[in-house]
């Protein structure tokens, strides 16, 4: 089944404490990217990559961390989270412009 | 600055009843329009894409139009389900080295009733 995999799907942290927020897609795309969504605001693009090794910052960039190593795989990174990271963040692949989002990592950051 | 805006921010109906969501943008160059819904607490999944030189697209009860003079987009839901209610999100990506630069809307909250 092609989909978009996010773990965690829940966490709760203290500031400070580095996390990672995998995202892995099996449908081969080449593009993908973050995405935080919070009340009011809708979805903000965080980082996005066109490809293996090519990232980009996208509107809300501050405090994150991404790497693409591999084609498959796109983590998320919060070196030192504060509580103005409590949020929910998607993960999405795309190839020929639709984008398939995970199911969510909601994560509070105490 | 690329905006776009939707409205109404939210819309309650009943049942069976027809609506329709409007998606105003200021993306340019611009390549493509796009609508999704979101069910709460899940991830948005794709309704329509449509490009410049495209009107009108439908899927199923979902009927999308684009004007591309006026940037102006609907998403029209014919006969309206429970299953329906989810917030619609517009997102408009530009052209060209920004293809994937996307404008996401804050969406529409739509709530059916029986």
């Known amino acids: 089944e092609a989909q978009v995999t996010q773990n965690p799907r829940y966490l709760i942290t203290v500031t400070g404490k580095k996390l990672t927020v995998t995202c892995s897609q099996n449908?081969?795309?080449?593009?993908m990217s973050w995405y935080r969504q919070d009340p009011g605001l809708g979805l903000r693009q965080i980082y996005y990559s066109m490809n293996v090794e090519v990232t980009d910052k996208g509107d809300v960039p501050e405090g994150y961390k991404v790497s693409r190593k591999e084609k498959r795989n796109f983590p998320l990174i919060l070196e030192s989270p504060s509580p103005n990271q409590t949020s929910l963040y998607f993960c999405?692949?795309?190839?020929?412009?639709?984008?398939?989002f995970g199911e969510g990592s909601r994560l509070t950051v105490l | 600055k690329n905006q776009v805006e939707q409205s109404p921010q939210s819309l309650i109906i009943l049942e069976g009843k027809n609506c329709t969501l409007q998606?105003?943008?200021?993306?340019?160059?611009?390549?493509?329009l796009r609508w999704y819904k979101q069910d709460t607490g899940r991830g948005p999944v794709s309704l329509t894409i449509?490009?410049?030189?495209?009107n009108t697209k439908s899927n199923g009860r979902y009927t999308a139009t684009l004007d591309a003079d006026t940037k102006q987009s609907s998403l029209h839901i014919t006969a309206s389900q429970l299953s329906d209610s989810a917030s619609y999100i517009c997102v408009v990506s530009g052209s060209g080295g920004s293809n994937y630069k996307l404008t996401f809307g804050k969406g529409t909250l739509l709530t059916v009733n029986p």
């Open positions: 999405a692949s795309s190839r020929g412009g639709e984008l398939f």
């Open positions: 998606c105003n943008y200021t993306v340019s160059p611009f390549s493509n």
């Open positions: 449908m081969n795309h080449e593009y």
């Open positions: 449509m490009t410049f030189s495209e």
